[in-house]
Protein backbone atom coordinates (compact mmCIF):
# COMPACT_ATOMS: atom_id res chain seq x y z
CA UNK A 1 0.00 0.00 0.00
CA UNK A 2 2.64 2.12 0.68
CA UNK A 3 4.48 1.95 -2.63
CA UNK A 4 1.23 2.55 -4.07
CA UNK A 5 0.83 5.94 -2.26
CA UNK A 6 4.30 6.71 -3.49
CA UNK A 7 3.32 5.78 -7.13
CA UNK A 8 0.28 7.93 -7.08
CA UNK A 9 1.97 10.98 -5.27
CA UNK A 10 5.17 11.23 -8.15
CA UNK A 11 2.52 10.47 -10.99
CA UNK A 12 0.85 13.80 -9.22
CA UNK A 13 3.91 15.62 -8.61
CA UNK A 14 3.96 16.49 -12.99
CA UNK A 15 0.39 16.24 -13.35
CA UNK A 16 0.24 17.27 -17.10
CA UNK A 17 2.94 15.53 -18.11
CA UNK A 18 1.26 12.41 -16.73
CA UNK A 19 -2.29 13.49 -18.29
CA UNK A 20 -0.79 13.55 -21.70
CA UNK A 21 1.11 10.18 -21.32
CA UNK A 22 -1.90 9.10 -19.97
CA UNK A 23 -3.92 10.58 -23.36
CA UNK A 24 -1.13 8.91 -25.63
CA UNK A 25 -1.83 5.39 -24.38
CA UNK A 26 -5.18 5.92 -24.34
CA UNK A 27 -5.84 6.98 -27.99
CA UNK A 28 -3.82 4.10 -28.95
CA UNK A 29 -5.97 1.96 -26.64
CA UNK A 30 -9.13 3.46 -28.34
CA UNK A 31 -7.75 2.80 -31.77
CA UNK A 32 -7.23 -0.68 -31.17
CA UNK A 33 -10.69 -1.18 -29.11
CA UNK A 34 -12.09 0.20 -32.61
CA UNK A 35 -10.52 -1.53 -34.71
CA UNK A 36 -11.57 -5.24 -32.79
CA UNK A 37 -14.69 -3.74 -32.59
CA UNK A 38 -14.88 -3.01 -36.02
CA UNK A 39 -13.71 -6.77 -37.37
CA UNK A 40 -15.81 -8.39 -34.95
CA UNK A 41 -18.92 -5.93 -35.68
CA UNK A 42 -18.72 -6.34 -39.47
CA UNK A 43 -18.33 -10.44 -39.45
CA UNK A 44 -21.83 -10.30 -37.39
CA UNK A 45 -23.23 -8.15 -39.67
CA UNK A 46 -22.42 -10.24 -42.71
CA UNK A 47 -23.03 -12.99 -40.59
CA UNK A 48 -26.90 -11.13 -39.74
CA UNK A 49 -27.23 -9.72 -43.27
CA UNK A 50 -26.72 -13.36 -45.08
CA UNK A 51 -28.63 -15.29 -42.59
CA UNK A 52 -31.70 -12.58 -43.01
CA UNK A 53 -31.87 -13.15 -46.85
CA UNK A 54 -33.25 -16.42 -45.90
CA UNK A 55 -31.47 -18.78 -48.93
CA UNK A 56 -27.98 -20.34 -48.64
CA UNK A 57 -28.00 -20.06 -52.62
CA UNK A 58 -28.08 -17.84 -55.13
CA UNK A 59 -28.58 -17.89 -58.47
CA UNK A 60 -27.89 -15.27 -61.69
CA UNK A 61 -27.40 -13.96 -64.33
CA UNK A 62 -23.16 -14.80 -64.61
CA UNK A 63 -21.16 -11.08 -64.11
CA UNK A 64 -19.59 -10.25 -60.92
CA UNK A 65 -20.47 -12.28 -57.80
CA UNK A 66 -20.05 -9.27 -55.27
CA UNK A 67 -22.12 -6.99 -57.58
CA UNK A 68 -24.92 -9.40 -57.17
CA UNK A 69 -24.44 -10.01 -53.22
CA UNK A 70 -24.34 -6.08 -52.98
CA UNK A 71 -27.03 -5.94 -54.65
CA UNK A 72 -29.18 -8.60 -52.69
CA UNK A 73 -27.50 -7.59 -48.99
CA UNK A 74 -27.57 -3.71 -49.71
CA UNK A 75 -29.56 -2.72 -52.50
CA UNK A 76 -26.88 -2.29 -55.11
CA UNK A 77 -27.44 -1.20 -58.58
CA UNK A 78 -25.57 -3.99 -60.58
CA UNK A 79 -28.63 -5.23 -62.60
CA UNK A 80 -28.44 -8.35 -64.54
CA UNK A 81 -31.29 -10.70 -65.32
CA UNK A 82 -31.41 -14.36 -65.84
CA UNK A 83 -32.56 -16.10 -69.33
CA UNK A 84 -36.26 -17.23 -69.59
CA UNK A 85 -37.39 -20.03 -68.32
CA UNK A 86 -34.85 -21.05 -65.88
CA UNK A 87 -37.02 -20.84 -62.74
CA UNK A 88 -39.03 -23.50 -64.13
CA UNK A 89 -35.86 -25.92 -64.64
CA UNK A 90 -34.51 -25.06 -61.14
CA UNK A 91 -37.76 -26.50 -59.99
CA UNK A 92 -37.44 -29.58 -61.06
CA UNK A 93 -34.28 -29.97 -58.68
CA UNK A 94 -34.85 -32.98 -56.09
CA UNK A 95 -32.09 -31.57 -53.21
CA UNK A 96 -34.10 -28.03 -53.53
CA UNK A 97 -36.58 -27.52 -50.63
CA UNK A 98 -37.33 -24.37 -51.07
CA UNK A 99 -37.63 -21.75 -53.73
CA UNK A 100 -37.84 -18.14 -54.59
CA UNK A 101 -38.09 -15.91 -58.00
CA UNK A 102 -37.22 -12.51 -57.22
CA UNK A 103 -36.93 -9.26 -59.93
CA UNK A 104 -35.52 -6.02 -58.73
CA UNK A 105 -35.91 -2.43 -60.58
CA UNK A 106 -34.99 0.53 -60.03
CA UNK A 107 -37.60 3.03 -60.03
CA UNK A 108 -37.07 7.22 -60.16
CA UNK A 109 -38.86 9.19 -58.22
CA UNK A 110 -38.84 13.34 -58.05
CA UNK A 111 -38.11 15.17 -54.57
CA UNK A 112 -41.22 15.62 -52.91
CA UNK A 113 -40.16 18.35 -50.84
CA UNK A 114 -40.13 16.71 -47.24
CA UNK A 115 -36.13 17.04 -47.47
CA UNK A 116 -34.39 20.30 -48.56
CA UNK A 117 -31.71 18.18 -50.37
CA UNK A 118 -34.34 16.16 -51.81
CA UNK A 119 -33.63 16.47 -55.21
CA UNK A 120 -34.28 12.94 -56.79
CA UNK A 121 -33.82 9.20 -55.57
CA UNK A 122 -33.99 5.51 -56.99
CA UNK A 123 -35.57 3.52 -54.65
CA UNK A 124 -35.63 -0.67 -55.27
CA UNK A 125 -38.63 -2.05 -56.23
CA UNK A 126 -38.98 -5.73 -55.57
CA UNK A 127 -40.90 -8.43 -57.02
CA UNK A 128 -41.83 -11.43 -55.08
CA UNK A 129 -44.31 -14.14 -55.00
CA UNK A 130 -46.09 -14.08 -51.57
CA UNK A 131 -46.04 -17.79 -50.60
CA UNK A 132 -42.78 -18.93 -51.55
CA UNK A 133 -40.90 -15.16 -50.29
CA UNK A 134 -42.86 -16.08 -46.93
CA UNK A 135 -41.38 -19.56 -46.53
CA UNK A 136 -37.76 -18.06 -47.15
CA UNK A 137 -38.63 -15.24 -44.49
CA UNK A 138 -40.88 -16.59 -42.08
CA UNK A 139 -40.02 -13.79 -39.16
CA UNK A 140 -40.71 -11.28 -41.41
CA UNK A 141 -43.96 -8.99 -39.82
CA UNK A 142 -46.03 -5.66 -40.50
CA UNK A 143 -45.68 -2.53 -38.44
CA UNK A 144 -49.36 -2.32 -40.13
CA UNK A 145 -51.34 -3.61 -42.88
CA UNK A 146 -51.02 -6.99 -44.73
CA UNK A 147 -49.59 -8.30 -48.09
CA UNK A 148 -51.06 -7.26 -51.54
CA UNK A 149 -52.74 -9.95 -53.50
CA UNK A 150 -50.72 -11.65 -56.03
CA UNK A 151 -52.90 -10.40 -58.93
CA UNK A 152 -52.86 -6.80 -57.58
CA UNK A 153 -51.13 -4.00 -60.10
CA UNK A 154 -51.58 -1.29 -57.89
CA UNK A 155 -50.49 -2.29 -54.78
CA UNK A 156 -47.01 -2.18 -52.81
CA UNK A 157 -45.71 -3.09 -49.41
CA UNK A 158 -43.09 -0.88 -47.83
CA UNK A 159 -39.78 -1.88 -45.97
CA UNK A 160 -39.43 -0.32 -42.83
CA UNK A 161 -36.72 2.77 -43.60
CA UNK A 162 -38.78 2.61 -47.03
CA UNK A 163 -41.76 4.23 -45.38
CA UNK A 164 -40.02 6.46 -43.05
CA UNK A 165 -37.89 8.31 -45.93
CA UNK A 166 -41.42 8.69 -48.04
CA UNK A 167 -43.56 9.25 -44.53
CA UNK A 168 -46.03 6.68 -46.15
CA UNK A 169 -47.93 5.09 -44.20
CA UNK A 170 -50.85 2.43 -45.09
CA UNK A 171 -53.91 2.93 -47.32
CA UNK A 172 -51.45 6.08 -48.90
CA UNK A 173 -50.73 6.59 -52.31
CA UNK A 174 -47.00 6.02 -53.81
CA UNK A 175 -45.73 7.81 -56.48
CA UNK A 176 -42.78 6.65 -58.87
CA UNK A 177 -41.82 6.77 -63.01
CA UNK A 178 -40.05 3.85 -64.33
CA UNK A 179 -38.21 3.77 -67.26
CA UNK A 180 -39.44 0.48 -69.47
CA UNK A 181 -36.69 -2.02 -71.06
CA UNK A 182 -36.56 -0.46 -74.75
CA UNK A 183 -38.16 2.80 -74.14
CA UNK A 184 -36.51 6.23 -73.01
CA UNK A 185 -38.82 7.87 -71.32
CA UNK A 186 -40.47 7.53 -68.12
CA UNK A 187 -43.51 5.80 -67.64
CA UNK A 188 -45.36 7.26 -64.24
CA UNK A 189 -47.13 4.88 -61.53
CA UNK A 190 -49.28 5.10 -58.66
CA UNK A 191 -49.30 2.53 -56.08
CA UNK A 192 -51.44 2.17 -52.87
CA UNK A 193 -49.34 1.68 -49.73
CA UNK A 194 -51.01 -2.04 -47.97
CA UNK A 195 -48.56 -2.76 -45.77
CA UNK A 196 -45.34 -1.67 -43.94
CA UNK A 197 -43.30 -3.97 -42.44
CA UNK A 198 -41.39 -3.93 -39.39
CA UNK A 199 -37.55 -3.42 -39.57
CA UNK A 200 -35.68 -6.27 -40.28
CA UNK A 201 -31.95 -4.46 -39.97
CA UNK A 202 -31.36 -5.74 -43.41
CA UNK A 203 -32.07 -4.96 -47.51
CA UNK A 204 -35.60 -5.42 -47.15
CA UNK A 205 -35.82 -2.19 -44.91
CA UNK A 206 -35.24 -0.02 -47.91
CA UNK A 207 -37.52 -1.88 -50.51
CA UNK A 208 -40.59 -1.38 -51.87
CA UNK A 209 -42.57 -5.00 -52.90
CA UNK A 210 -44.76 -5.54 -55.39
CA UNK A 211 -46.44 -8.45 -57.34
CA UNK A 212 -43.47 -10.62 -59.22
CA UNK A 213 -45.66 -10.27 -62.88
CA UNK A 214 -46.59 -6.49 -62.09
CA UNK A 215 -42.64 -5.61 -61.21
CA UNK A 216 -41.87 -7.55 -64.55
CA UNK A 217 -44.35 -5.69 -66.75
CA UNK A 218 -43.74 -2.39 -65.20
CA UNK A 219 -39.93 -2.54 -66.22
CA UNK A 220 -41.11 -3.99 -69.82
CA UNK A 221 -38.92 -7.08 -68.50
CA UNK A 222 -41.44 -10.07 -68.54
CA UNK A 223 -40.77 -13.54 -67.57
CA UNK A 224 -37.38 -12.29 -66.56
CA UNK A 225 -35.53 -12.59 -62.86
CA UNK A 226 -32.83 -10.56 -60.94
CA UNK A 227 -32.11 -13.82 -58.46
CA UNK A 228 -33.53 -17.09 -57.73
CA UNK A 229 -33.30 -17.56 -54.10
CA UNK A 230 -32.88 -21.45 -52.88
CA UNK A 231 -32.81 -23.54 -49.89
CA UNK A 232 -31.49 -27.27 -50.14
CA UNK A 233 -32.12 -30.00 -47.84
CA UNK A 234 -28.88 -30.78 -47.14
CA UNK A 235 -26.34 -27.92 -47.31
CA UNK A 236 -22.48 -28.23 -46.57
CA UNK A 237 -19.59 -28.43 -49.07
CA UNK A 238 -20.30 -32.00 -51.12
CA UNK A 239 -24.26 -30.58 -51.62
CA UNK A 240 -23.57 -27.32 -52.79
CA UNK A 241 -20.65 -29.05 -55.79
CA UNK A 242 -22.69 -31.45 -57.12
CA UNK A 243 -25.96 -28.36 -57.23
CA UNK A 244 -22.98 -26.29 -58.69
CA UNK A 245 -22.34 -29.34 -61.40
CA UNK A 246 -25.58 -29.65 -62.23
CA UNK A 247 -26.93 -26.28 -63.06
CA UNK A 248 -23.75 -24.36 -63.92
CA UNK A 249 -23.98 -25.79 -67.32
CA UNK A 250 -27.01 -23.23 -68.42
CA UNK A 251 -25.92 -20.61 -70.73
CA UNK A 252 -25.29 -17.04 -68.64
CA UNK A 253 -25.77 -18.20 -65.17
CA UNK A 254 -23.87 -18.72 -62.10
CA UNK A 255 -24.45 -20.37 -58.82
CA UNK A 256 -23.24 -18.17 -55.67
CA UNK A 257 -23.02 -19.45 -51.87
CA UNK A 258 -23.76 -17.35 -49.75
CA UNK A 259 -20.56 -19.19 -47.53
CA UNK A 260 -18.55 -17.50 -50.44
CA UNK A 261 -20.46 -14.18 -50.54
CA UNK A 262 -19.23 -13.39 -47.23
CA UNK A 263 -15.62 -14.64 -48.14
CA UNK A 264 -15.86 -12.30 -50.77
CA UNK A 265 -16.72 -9.36 -48.71
CA UNK A 266 -14.52 -10.14 -45.94
CA UNK A 267 -11.44 -10.37 -48.58
CA UNK A 268 -12.98 -6.86 -49.68
CA UNK A 269 -12.36 -4.75 -47.00
CA UNK A 270 -9.05 -7.32 -46.02
CA UNK A 271 -6.75 -4.20 -46.98
CA UNK A 272 -8.04 -1.32 -45.20
CA UNK A 273 -8.28 -3.79 -42.21
CA UNK A 274 -4.82 -4.18 -42.68
CA UNK A 275 -4.42 -0.71 -42.73
CA UNK A 276 -6.08 0.06 -40.18
CA UNK A 277 -3.81 -2.64 -37.47
CA UNK A 278 -0.69 -0.80 -39.30
CA UNK A 279 -1.97 2.48 -37.88
CA UNK A 280 -2.84 1.14 -34.11
CA UNK A 281 -0.01 -1.14 -33.94
CA UNK A 282 2.20 2.51 -34.42
CA UNK A 283 0.06 4.17 -32.15
CA UNK A 284 0.70 1.62 -29.55
CA UNK A 285 4.37 2.04 -30.38
CA UNK A 286 4.17 5.58 -29.78
CA UNK A 287 2.03 5.20 -26.92
CA UNK A 288 4.85 2.54 -25.44
CA UNK A 289 7.97 4.85 -26.09
CA UNK A 290 5.97 8.17 -24.54
CA UNK A 291 5.62 6.17 -21.32
CA UNK A 292 8.66 4.58 -21.06
CA UNK A 293 10.01 8.78 -21.47
CA UNK A 294 7.75 9.51 -18.98
CA UNK A 295 8.90 7.34 -16.55
CA UNK A 296 12.17 7.88 -17.27
CA UNK A 297 11.85 11.50 -16.63
CA UNK A 298 10.48 11.14 -13.61
CA UNK A 299 13.60 9.06 -12.75
CA UNK A 300 16.18 11.39 -13.80
CA UNK A 301 14.36 14.40 -11.63
CA UNK A 302 13.91 11.71 -8.61
CA UNK A 303 17.61 10.96 -8.77
CA UNK A 304 18.74 12.58 -5.14
CA UNK A 305 15.23 11.19 -3.66
CA UNK A 306 16.06 7.31 -5.25
CA UNK A 307 19.47 7.98 -3.38
CA UNK A 308 18.34 8.71 -0.10
CA UNK A 309 15.50 6.00 -0.11
CA UNK A 310 18.10 3.70 -0.75
CA UNK A 311 20.19 5.01 2.11
CA UNK A 312 17.88 5.00 4.63
CA UNK A 313 17.55 0.89 3.84
CA UNK A 314 15.18 0.94 0.68
CA UNK A 315 15.89 -2.42 -1.27
CA UNK A 316 16.63 -2.08 -4.86
CA UNK A 317 13.03 -4.65 -4.67
CA UNK A 318 11.21 -1.48 -3.30
CA UNK A 319 12.85 1.08 -5.61
CA UNK A 320 11.63 -1.50 -8.57
CA UNK A 321 8.59 -2.38 -7.31
CA UNK A 322 8.03 1.40 -6.98
CA UNK A 323 8.97 2.91 -10.89
CA UNK A 324 7.06 -0.59 -12.28
CA UNK A 325 3.74 0.95 -10.30
CA UNK A 326 3.80 4.02 -11.79
CA UNK A 327 4.62 2.94 -14.99
CA UNK A 328 1.50 0.37 -14.94
CA UNK A 329 -0.78 2.76 -13.25
CA UNK A 330 -0.38 5.29 -16.03
CA UNK A 331 -0.86 1.99 -18.77
CA UNK A 332 -4.02 0.87 -17.05
CA UNK A 333 -5.19 4.59 -17.12
CA UNK A 334 -4.85 5.06 -20.04
CA UNK A 335 -6.68 1.83 -21.02
CA UNK A 336 -9.46 2.51 -19.43
CA UNK A 337 -9.69 5.53 -20.61
CA UNK A 338 -9.37 4.70 -24.40
CA UNK A 339 -11.46 1.89 -23.82
CA UNK A 340 -14.34 4.10 -22.87
CA UNK A 341 -13.65 6.19 -25.74
CA UNK A 342 -13.63 3.74 -28.03
CA UNK A 343 -16.99 2.56 -26.46
CA UNK A 344 -18.55 5.63 -26.27
CA UNK A 345 -17.40 6.91 -29.93
CA UNK A 346 -18.26 3.38 -31.57
CA UNK A 347 -20.79 5.07 -33.62
CA UNK A 348 -18.73 7.65 -34.91
CA UNK A 349 -16.67 5.31 -35.81
CA UNK A 350 -19.11 3.47 -37.58
CA UNK A 351 -19.98 6.40 -39.45
CA UNK A 352 -16.70 7.09 -40.76
CA UNK A 353 -16.24 3.74 -41.50
CA UNK A 354 -19.49 3.79 -43.40
CA UNK A 355 -18.51 6.82 -45.40
CA UNK A 356 -15.14 5.51 -46.13
CA UNK A 357 -15.99 2.31 -47.59
CA UNK A 358 -18.81 0.60 -49.39
CA UNK A 359 -19.19 -2.53 -46.99
CA UNK A 360 -21.81 -4.04 -48.85
CA UNK A 361 -23.97 -4.83 -45.45
CA UNK A 362 -26.46 -3.00 -43.64
CA UNK A 363 -26.81 -2.68 -40.06
CA UNK A 364 -24.48 -2.21 -36.99
CA UNK A 365 -20.60 -2.79 -37.92
CA UNK A 366 -18.49 -1.80 -34.72
CA UNK A 367 -19.27 -3.66 -31.92
CA UNK A 368 -17.45 -3.67 -28.78
CA UNK A 369 -17.75 -6.12 -26.22
CA UNK A 370 -16.77 -6.20 -22.22
CA UNK A 371 -14.77 -9.28 -23.55
CA UNK A 372 -12.87 -7.16 -25.54
CA UNK A 373 -12.43 -4.69 -22.59
CA UNK A 374 -10.85 -6.96 -21.01
CA UNK A 375 -8.45 -8.20 -23.46
CA UNK A 376 -7.87 -4.33 -23.78
CA UNK A 377 -7.09 -3.62 -19.69
CA UNK A 378 -4.72 -6.90 -19.95
CA UNK A 379 -2.97 -6.16 -22.69
CA UNK A 380 -2.24 -2.73 -21.43
CA UNK A 381 -1.12 -4.57 -18.41
CA UNK A 382 1.06 -6.47 -20.38
CA UNK A 383 2.79 -3.13 -22.05
CA UNK A 384 2.91 -1.47 -18.66
CA UNK A 385 4.74 -4.12 -17.42
CA UNK A 386 7.55 -4.76 -20.37
CA UNK A 387 7.23 -1.13 -20.19
CA UNK A 388 8.50 -0.41 -16.90
CA UNK A 389 11.38 -3.23 -17.08
CA UNK A 390 14.01 -0.59 -18.13
CA UNK A 391 13.59 2.73 -16.20
CA UNK A 392 13.06 0.51 -12.97
CA UNK A 393 16.09 -1.42 -13.19
CA UNK A 394 17.72 2.12 -14.02
CA UNK A 395 16.30 3.35 -10.80
CA UNK A 396 16.82 0.03 -8.98
CA UNK A 397 20.77 -0.11 -10.36
CA UNK A 398 21.64 3.57 -8.60
CA UNK A 399 24.35 3.69 -5.79
CA UNK A 400 22.99 5.64 -3.03
CA UNK A 401 26.47 7.82 -2.67
CA UNK A 402 26.21 8.10 -6.54
CA UNK A 403 22.59 8.90 -6.53
CA UNK A 404 22.74 11.59 -3.90
CA UNK A 405 25.51 13.55 -5.70
CA UNK A 406 23.57 13.61 -9.14
CA UNK A 407 20.28 15.01 -7.47
CA UNK A 408 22.16 17.78 -5.28
Same mark, same amino acid.
Given at each position: ??????????????????????? $???????????? $???????????????? !?????????????????????????? $???????????????????????????????????????????????????????????????????????????????????????????????????????????????????????????????????????? !???????????????? &????????????????????????????????????????????????????????????????????????????? $????????????????????????????????????????????????????????????? &??????????????????????????????? !?? &??? &?????
Amino acid at each position: MRSLSLAAKNLLRRPVRSLLTVS $GVALAVAVAVSL $GGFNLGYRRAIDTSIE !RLGYQVMVMAKGCPYEAATMMLKGGT $GLLYLPGGVYDTLKSDPDIQAITPIFVGLAQKEGSGIREDETKSFPIFSGIDVASFQVMKPWMSFQGGHWFSQKAIDEVVLGYEAAEYEQRRVGDSYYASVIPHGRTEPVPHTFKVVGVLARTGTQDDGTIFLPLA !RAQEMFGRPGALTIVG &IKLKTFGAASLREFEGRWLKLPEVQVVSLEQVKGTLVSLVGTAQAMIAAVAAIAVFVAVIGVVNTVLMSVYERTGEI $GIMKALGARRSDIFRLIWLETLAVCLLGAAAGSGLAFLGARLVEHLIKALIDLGVQGSIVA &ITPDMIGWALLGSLVLGLLAGLYPAWRAASM !RP &IDA &IREGE
